[in-house]
Nanobody
Framework: QVQLVESGGGLVQAGGSLRLSCTAS????????MGWFRQAPGKEREFVSC????????AYADSVKGRFTISRDNAQNTVYLQMNSLKPEDTAVYYC???????????????WGQGTQVTVSS
């Protein structure tokens, strides 16, 4: 069994930064892809970014490209999402997820964290 725990959310002004963390316990995720998704009130959960653990290859949604950076720490079993130049439209609950391969589809991720709230004020 895999457990994913996110942290680092909070309230920030537009233009500010936050760093989200997702730490895994149970089976390690060295052979998998770790992704970040987000869900704003009344909207579908959407892909934000992902990283393939073994290669370090990354992918980003167009809406966050150039502002967000995903990274990993092998020793800590942790994946990070550095979010800069935050905008009010980035407000959402952010979820960490583990999948078997790089994908933007929510259905391709089998394990999910509980989510962490990010609120960006204008």
């Amino acid at each position: 069994q895999v457990q994913l725990v996110e942290s680092g959310g909070g309230l920030v002004q537009a233009g500010g930064s936050l760093r989200l963390s997702c730490t895994a316990s149970g089976r390690t995720f060295r052979d998998y892809t770790m992704g970040w998704f987000r869900q704003a009130p009344g909207k579908e959960r959407e892909f934000v970014s992902c990283i393939t653990w073994s290669t370090g290859n990354t992918a980003y949604a167009d809406s966050v490209k150039g502002r967000f950076t995903i990274s990993r720490d092998n020793a800590q079993n942790t994946v990070y999402l550095q979010m800069n130049s935050l905008k009010p439209e980035d407000t959402a609950v952010y979820y960490c997820a583990r999948g078997s391969y790089s994908s933007v589809r929510r259905a391709d991720y089998g394990y999910w964290g509980q989510g962490t709230q990010v609120t960006v004020s204008s």
